[in-house]
């Protein structure tokens, strides 16, 4: 009886461990934990329009198809829309309106987060046996994750205070002390300085990992949301971040007003 | 005869004994889990050192004692006087930032940041970096200090435009914002810059450099060990910064550096809290002969990297512009 015992609880435990390894995919160790060093990249239009979208125009008739909207289907959890209140729907309206010079993306302003992570250029994630650096291209913008005793948020800033914990197999950061000046795509869609962003990063195969983050801001929603993507991993030989310091592409839209002579 | 060899042996292994203990004995940094050499940590630069060697110190490296004591009586006085004025200016002209933003640096005996050539000078320019250091941007020169003409924002230099401060001007050490970081995971070492907010991702791989069509501020880094010594090696740079406090390019600076530039880079653990940074700069088409400079770096790890937005906060750039074009309305006016 006592013999019997023993072996069912050992095949049960053997077929729960099985089960457990095709539906989960266990990532490479670091240090103990899932290594997610590696060069990223999100490959959708959540950069354009974290919503259902057709294609549509860009902001410039004389960039053509260039400048374009590709169309796109929603990253939200559920679907969407965005939770706006009215107030606030309001404002991504006046956002939109005046994109083409108002986005921080077109002023390579850094992007805050989460918009960091699906624009569409690359980031390298850097992971030591302690912190975490992002690293990304896009404005050599960049963000410390802490994994030691959480931080307090102290001045406000464009890629927030980032404290990060393990779960299993996940990556969680816990971001506050956004500045409120980024945006979360060139819709006009955006966030505050109440903002508070819980990201998920898990591993999913050897070249994929799924990207989550909870967005909570009731001073513009009426509930939390939740955008949900995959991301890819560079598997091009010698893949390397390259230098994308926008500032000098920008400075014509920022200051040719005070240029001598006026704007170009 | 046995008797005279142990006593041989004995002689010289107190004899290696005794140059074990005056030649300083090589520090072994710790290990990361992969093995490495472990350099991570946050290194500040440290202000005070002169890049050239005043002239009438010739050859010579290091401080007397007499100078030493003189410059720490200096750092003393000076710290005192800051602890004075937190919230006054720390400029002449008004313009300058606060004093508690200032970092002054730990007195040390480096004569100056420039260790070869051994008169810690520069080498000569050649030629033809004189004549193009002249004749740049149709005789306007360089964009180095700022002298009031500012017709738009290229009469001005990369660190007002907060665009980058180049390699080397992210790590020679400034007044404000000298933190820079190591990261290190499998096969990478990052050197991470507060001001301007630059990481540089090295990889340890030995792969080739990218094509020289590819040219960057902060250039393309190559790195290995030379036992516990990270080298670096960095091409593909623009030729739009400039060496010294910056990557402006101010007078005195080393300044302008062509797109032939080659940085190599040596980081050693010297103890559990102090680091040799030694740059070598090689750029034949600027200087006669490559120089050298050495930069000690001492760990500190309550500085706190923070946030250096400074393109997002450039209201400097719009002030100057829209002055300069108010000043010219007002003349117009006035005439």
């Known amino acids: ?264 | 005869m046995n008797y005279h060899k142990n006593l041989i042996a004995a002689g010289l292994l107190a004899a290696a004994a005794l140059m074990a203990q005056t030649a300083k004995a090589p520090y072994t940094p710790p290990k990361t889990p992969w093995g490495d050499p472990d350099l991570q940590g946050v290194w500040p630069g440290n202000m005070g050192v002169p890049m050239q060697r005043p002239l009438n110190q010739g050859a010579r490296a290091t401080l007397t004692d007499e100078e030493f004591a003189k410059k720490q009586d200096q750092a003393k006085k000076q710290a005192q006087a800051d602890s004075e004025s937190t919230a006054a200016s720390d400029s002449r002209v008004g313009i300058g930032p606060p004093s508690y933003w200032t970092e002054r640096g730990k007195p040390t005996r480096q004569t100056s940041l420039i260790v070869d050539p051994p008169n810690g000078r520069l080498p000569e320019l050649t030629p033809e970096a004189v004549k193009y250091r002249k004749e740049a941007r149709g005789g306007k020169g360089l964009p180095g200090a700022w002298s009031g003409n500012a017709d738009s924002w290229e009469d001005l230099n990369i660190y007002y435009r907060c665009i980058s401060r180049g390699l080397l001007g992210s790590v020679i050490p400034v007044v404000y914002n000298n933190g820079n970081q190591i990261l290190q995971a499998p096969g990478y070492v990052v050197f991470r810059n507060e001001m301007i907010h630059e990481s540089r991702v090295i990889p340890l791989d030995g792969r080739p450099h990218v094509n020289p069509a590819i040219k960057m501020y902060m250039g393309d880094s190559r790195g290995h060990w030379d036992g516990s010594t990270l080298v670096v090696e960095t091409t593909n740079f623009t030729d739009k910064d400039a060496i010294g406090s910056n990557g402006a390019g101010y007078p005195g600076d080393p300044g302008y550096h062509s797109d032939q530039l080659k940085v190599t880079e040596r980081f050693t653990r010297t103890s559990p809290t102090h680091m040799d940074y030694r740059i070598t700069v090689d750029d034949p088409k600027t200087w006669v002969k490559p120089w050298t400079i050495l930069i000690e770096l001492e760990r500190n790890d309550d500085y706190q990297i923070l946030e250096y937005a400074c393109h997002e906060g450039n209201y400097a750039m719009t002030d100057i512009l829209s002055g300069a074009r108010d000043a010219e309305a007002a003349k117009k006016i006035s005439k």
């Open chain 1, 1 to 264: 009886m006592r013999v019997l015992l023993t072996t069912s609880t050992f095949l049960y435990i053997s077929a729960a461990f099985l089960n457990a390894q095709t539906a989960a995919y266990r990532a490479p160790r670091l240090a103990g934990h899932p290594d997610l060093n590696g060069i990223w990249e999100a490959v959708n239009t959540a950069n354009w329009n974290l919503q259902d979208h057709p294609a549509s125009p860009g902001p410039l008739w004389e960039t053509g198809a260039i400048g374009s909207v590709p169309p796109g289907r929603t990253v939200i959890e559920g679907g969407g829309p965005i939770p706006y209140k009215p107030e606030a729907l309001a404002k991504q309206k006046a956002n939109f309106a005046s994109r083409r010079t108002e986005d921080p993306e077109a002023k390579c302003y850094m992007p805050g987060i989460p918009r960091a992570n699906y624009m569409p250029y690359p980031f390298q994630i850097v992971e030591t046996p302690k912190d975490i650096l992002f690293v990304y291209e896009f404005a050599s913008s960049n963000r410390l994750i802490n994994m030691g005793k959480p931080q307090e948020a102290g001045s406000d800033t464009w890629m927030g205070t980032n404290n990060g914990r393990w779960e299993g197999e996940t990556l969680v950061i816990d971001v506050t002390g956004l500045n409120g000046l980024a945006w979360l795509d060139r819709n006009g869609d955006f966030l505050s300085d109440k903002a508070h962003v819980v990201e998920r990063f898990t591993r999913t195969s050897r070249d994929t990992m799924s990207y989550t983050a909870i967005i909570e801001d009731p001073s513009l929603f009426t509930k939390t949301w939740t955008i949900s993507m995959p991301l890819y991993r560079h598997v091009e030989k010698d893949a390397q971040l390259l230098e994308f310091k926008c500032t000098e592409f920008a400075e014509e839209l920022l200051y040719g007003k005070y240029r001598k002579g006026g704007e170009k």
